[in-house]
Nanobody, 112 residues
Framework: QVQLVESGGGLVQPGGSLRLSCAAS????????MSWHRQAPEKQRELVAS???????YYVDSVKGRFTISRDNAKNTAYLQINSLKPEDTAVYYC??????WGQGTQVTVAS
């Protein structure tokens, strides 16, 4: 079993920045792809960025150049640095570990 704890969300003005963290814990935790997803009100959850165990990254087009995903394997933690935030980035951001485990989500609200 893997537990994921996300943190770092909040209310920020347009153009601002946030850094989300996702800490994974569990026994005999394998190193797996970690990803960030988001779900805005009345919209489907979408993949935002992912990072493989070797560090290869993927970004959805709408966040390229503004979001940076990284990880610290020693800490079993993934990060999402979000810059130049826009109101349309407002959503609950979820961390995913491998294909089966999800965090509880952290709210990001972009408003002036």
């Amino acid at each position: 079993q893997v537990q994921l704890v996300e943190s770092g969300g909040g209310l920020v003005q347009p153009g601002g920045s946030l850094r989300l963290s996702c800490a994974a814990s569990g026994s005999a935790l394998p190193i797996a792809t970690m990803s960030w997803h988001r779900q805005a009100p009345e919209k489907q959850r979408e993949l935002v960025a992912s990072i493989s165990s070797s560090g290869s990254t993927y970004y959805v087009d709408s966040v390229k150049g503004r979001f940076t995903i990284s990880r610290d394997n020693a800490k079993n933690t993934a990060y999402l640095q979000i810059n130049s935030l826009k109101p349309e980035d407002t959503a609950v951001y979820y961390c995913r570990y491998g294909g089966n485990y999800w965090g509880q989500g952290t709210q990001v609200t972009v408003a002036s």
